[in-house]
């Protein structure tokens, strides 16, 4: 039943990875179903930027749900909010008046709310040898299973709740925006909107409502709060296509929002976008650093990600306000080839936490370790995704960061010096970024797959069967083809940045091998560089079996001259972040308490050491506990209001009543 | 197309044959300058060949990334040879990526070595790799920085453009932003190749080492090919400088000939370098691991004043 499920998704992903393509090739078409919806009925209408956003859900899905099958098994929770999760997010881009918009983001709210919060309504494994269901949050190597699903589903609980409040808060956000141009412009269309003639106030003002609504969406800090807990609780394959694809339509709507709905922008929309993609993306990657639980590792990656995206947006919108139109599609096709990248390569790594949770039954990094030996095919796709992610040559997150980087330093044209300083801040943060994302992901890899198991759950793990597999690796094939490809890929996302910004001069040069980038710019060819390393790194060994120089002994690690080498001894992902720890406590505000149990007799004979360190999550701590302690206060004055005898509430009503009779 | 790769492969074997001899120099030179009288300028030569032939030793916890990453280092040192302007200033087109390319290739090459460090459980190993890490990622920033600097006096971004643009117009380069620019890259040359003050080269025994013990492990041809390509790192850094901040002597053609005198040139630059180099590591003590990102923080300010000072005076 539940495979059925499974298969019946990654079916409809296939049909829609055809539409999107069909759509992303300059294929348009409305459908309208009057009698569906109320106010303005059911209409789906497919453009160039529609049809990505389709297609990068279609060709999400597929490998996702195949994993599935072999992921969720027979377990039939789950399945039936997961197809309509698939269906609801195809349905977003394509929506092409409000009550549509709205019916599809709500759809798919509560279809992934269903997902996160799945794992507090049944506390039991279903999983034949399996040790968990999904991840837990243990510390110890061989927790109590009854705790630790009690924990579970509290954790799934608490994530589930602060997910709803934050996707509603953002739907209030966006709607009131919506309502707001609606009202103005007279129709509830988004194609009428373009021509509207506002003042730049109530563009502002419109703009403001609806990039907070997407921004949360996307969780673009500090609006994130949501997504470290929604994304890890969720089951790993509905993590992969919450953070490959359904953050990414809160990307997709602020492309809408700030180059089409009501564009043009003004210049401090460009400056907005590309600030706050940069510290969502430096602030991201460095919370992912002493994050610990792979999953929510890869959750604040996430965050980082669409950090990156949004600078290449931010600074699209920022060239296009100075009138170079040509640096503009720029950086919209390098924000829209990260957009997909990201899906590819965040997929799969979600894929492989998926498998290493099922097989090890936790999420705890600090308990694994050894892997690679273990899960060898697991690891091999997992050490893929991490070098694609950590925009490593010559995959596919390089290719796109490179782009954004390109679209960053051509900022010499600008001549607004202060714009120019913007850039200048843009590319040193996403220089930061790309060079913490490589050390979070020698943690992430590291101490999850190389060395010794540091839990005897780990020493048992056993590798992923063939669909969870089969799944990873066509994932893995995605990362490897859009590294290469470039030169296929670019083209045609310049045709969808070309759409958005009335740009239509021919734009990409180069030929099959090489990407040139318009200008005097610079050219890049992964195709060469990657034959190049694999040239490069064969010739010597090559030559050195030729000469016979391969003699090799397996010995132990050097210790120092101890005798026992065991998994204690080597680092863990606590030390290893240290460092980072360190240089930017004052993000982290840490917290140290050591408590040092001395023997009665004395304090040289220690019992017990404790010791804590704590990380502190500075927007929850400043922003959301201010926030949400003042709502508290004001409900709980308004609560009088509540009296709980009927005769007060038919007054309310009859007052009700003569108020609007009056105002209107 | 031949022509290219011929280029391509002329510029990486240089760089292969002559990194063993900056290191060489450097040491010559830093016992000179504390009165000894030091090794040959060759002896790496003779220490790689010596490597070449002895037997490995590899852990039994190590898996096949420990194994692989000597070859994907060698390799990554060899193609970013291909990409940097060394010998003529513009590379073949297919590998000119520019400057992000070569910084992004260098990272590649450190995810593998600080794999490698985790992959034998050995404590060594993982301090190692985590502080290398630590200290690559945060001299990212301020290489980017440094050569935007120089983009934004040339009105390029192409490294070969830069090259070409200053070598024609030296008055471009007398300019205090563009010293500022080369003090930036110098001390992030310090940091990303692991020289003093932050790393110290000469030792393989002490708590506060980053480089040796990350790659402590490492013996015989493996450890030959991390150590060479090390110096090609160095080497590679020293070139940019070389290239970019002093780019006088490059040729544009690509004849034999030209390429001869632009490595004629390279020497003497790298030479010059050595010696800066060398009285720079033989004046400063090391730097407590936590004041380095101090020191990379000042490198930064410098790249980010030199940045702003074209700003302002366009």
């Known amino acids: 039943m539940s495979r059925v499920a499974y298969s019946v998704a990654a079916a409809l992903g296939a049909l829609a990875a055809m539409i999107g393509i069909s759509g992303l090739l300059g294929d348009t078409w409305v459908v309208t179903v009057p009698w569906a919806v109320p106010l303005g009925g059911l209409q789906l209408s497919m453009d160039r930027l529609a049809g990505f956003f389709v297609a990068l859900i279609g060709f999400a899905t597929i490998p996702v749900s195949l994993y599935a099958i072999g992921y969720a098994g027979d377990d039939r929770r789950g399945a039936l909010p997961y197809v309509g999760f698939v269906i609801a997010m195809c349905a977003v881009p394509l929506a092409a008046n409000v009550m549509t918009f709205a019916v599809a983001w709500e759809l798919m709210a509560l279809a992934s709310y269903l997902l996160v919060v799945q794992k507090a309504t049944n506390g039991t494994a279903t999983h034949p040898g399996a040790p968990a269901a999904d991840g837990s949050e243990s510390h110890d190597a061989s927790p109590h299973a009854g705790g630790r699903h009690a924990h579970d589903a509290a954790e799934a609980t608490g994530a589930a709740w602060t997910y709803a409040v934050m996707a509603h808060a953002g739907f209030v956000c966006l709607l009131a925006g919506m309502l707001l141009l609606s009202a103005w412009s007279g129709s509830t269309r988004f194609a009428d909107w373009r021509d509207t003639e506002l003042t730049p106030l109530a563009r502002d003002a419109v703009f403001v409502l609806l990039a907070l609504g997407f921004a949360s969406k996307a969780g673009v800090i500090p609006l994130h709060v949501w997504l470290p807990l929604a994304h890890p609780a969720a089951p790993s394959h509905v993590s992969a296509l919450m953070s490959g694809v359904m953050i990414k339509l809160g990307v997709y709507g602020l492309f809408r929002v700030s180059l089409e709905w009501i564009g043009p922008a003004p210049a401090w929309w460009g400056v907005a976008i590309l600030v706050a993609g940069t510290i969502s993306a430096v602030v991201g990657v460095l919370y992912a650093l002493v994050e610990h639980d792979l999953k929510r590792l890869l959750a604040f990656h996430s965050i980082e990600n669409v950090g990156i995206i949004l600078i290449g947006l931010g600074a699209g919108v920022l060239f296009l306000e100075s009138g170079l139109g040509t640096l503009a599609v720029l950086g919209i096709a390098a924000a829209l080839y990260h957009t997909a990248n990201h899906a590819a390569f965040k997929g799969l790594l979600f894929l492989g936490a998926g498998a290493v949770v099922r097989s090890t039954g936790t999420r705890n990094m600090e308990v694994m370790g050894g892997l690679v030996k273990r899960m060898p095919w697991t690891a091999a796709m997992f050490l893929l995704g991490a070098v694609a992610i950590s925009a490593l040559p010559p995959l596919n997150g390089f290719v796109s960061e490179w782009l954004t980087f390109q679209a960053l330093l051509q900022s010499l044209q600008v001549p607004h010096t202060g714009i120019g300083l913007v850039f200048v801040g843009g590319m040193a943060g996403l220089a930061l970024t790309g060079g913490l994302a490589m050390a979070c992901f020698v943690k992430a890899f590291g101490v999850t797959f190389l060395a010794l198991p540091r839990s005897e759950a780990a020493r048992s793990a056993v590798e992923a069967p063939g669909w969870m597999r089969l799944g990873m690796a066509l994932l893995a094939f995605a990362c490897v083809a859009l590294g290469l490809g470039p030169t296929i890929v670019v083209p045609v996302l310049g045709l969808v940045a070309g759409d958005l910004t009335g740009e239509v001069t021919p734009l990409w040069f180069g030929d099959w091998l090489r990407l040139d980038v318009p200008g005097d710019f610079a050219s890049l060819s992964t195709f060469a560089i990657a034959i190049a390393l694999l040239v490069a790194g064969i010739v010597p060994l090559v030559v050195l079996r030729a000469r016979g120089l391969t003699r090799r002994r397996v010995y132990e690690t050097w210790g120092c001259g101890r005798l026992l080498q065991t998994s204690r001894m080597q680092y863990t992902a606590t030390a290893f972040a240290s460092p980072f720890r360190r240089i930017f406590d004052f993000l982290y505000q840490p917290a140290h308490a050591l408590h040092v149990e001395a023997h009665p007799e004395s304090r040289f004979f220690v019992d017990a050491i404790r010791y804590v360190h704590e990380t502190r999550a500075v927007a929850e701590d400043w922003l959301y506990h201010p926030l949400s302690q003042a709502l508290h206060d004001v409900t709980e004055r308004i609560r009088g209001v509540q009296s709980g005898s009927t005769n007060v509430y038919l007054v309310y009503i009859l007052a009700a009543l003569v108020l609007m009779l009056v105002l209107g | ?314």
């Open chain 2, 1 to 314: 197309m031949i022509h290219d790769l011929l280029i391509a492969a002329a510029q990486a074997l240089a760089i292969a044959a002559l990194a063993p001899l900056v290191v060489g120099f450097t040491r010559r030179l830093k016992a000179r300058l504390v009165g000894r009288r030091g090794p040959s300028p060759w002896q790496p030569y003779a220490d790689l060949r010596k490597l070449f032939a002895k037997e490995v030793v590899v852990s039994e916890n190590a898996s096949w990334v420990f194994r692989a990453t000597p070859y994907v280092l060698f390799a990554v040192m060899l193609v970013a040879a291909a990409v940097v302007p060394v010998l003529v200033a513009r590379p073949a087109p297919a590998f000119a990526g520019n400057l992000i390319l070569v910084m992004y290739l260098f990272l590649l090459g450190t995810f593998f070595l600080a794999l490698a460090g985790l992959d034998t459980a050995s404590a060594f190993g993982g301090m190692g790799s985590s502080r290398e890490v630590a200290i690559s990622a945060l001299a990212e920033p301020t290489v980017i920085l440094s050569v935007f600097a120089l983009a934004l006096r040339s009105g390029t971004i192409d490294l070969g453009g830069i090259v070409e643009r200053l070598g024609a117009e030296p008055r471009l380069a007398a300019n205090p932003a563009h010293l500022l620019a080369f003090g930036a890259f110098f001390i992030v040359m310090l940091a990303e190749t692991g020289r003093l003050p932050v790393d110290n080269p000469a030792t393989h025994l002490e708590l506060t080492m980053i480089h040796e013990a990350m790659v402590l492990e490492y013996s015989g041809r493996y450890l030959a090919l991390v150590e060479w390509a090390s110096a090609m790192k160095l080497t590679l850094f020293m070139t940019l400088l070389a290239n970019l901040f002093l780019p006088w002597g490059l040729p544009g053609g690509l004849t034999v000939a030209a390429m001869a005198g632009g490595l004629v040139a390279l020497v003497v630059k790298l030479a010059a370098l050595a010696l800066l180099l060398a009285l720079v590591e033989t004046s400063v003590a090391k730097l407590r691991l936590f004041r380095v990102p101090e020191l990379l923080a000042g490198s930064f300010a410098l790249a980010l004043l030199s940045v702003a000072a074209v700003f302002l005076v366009r």
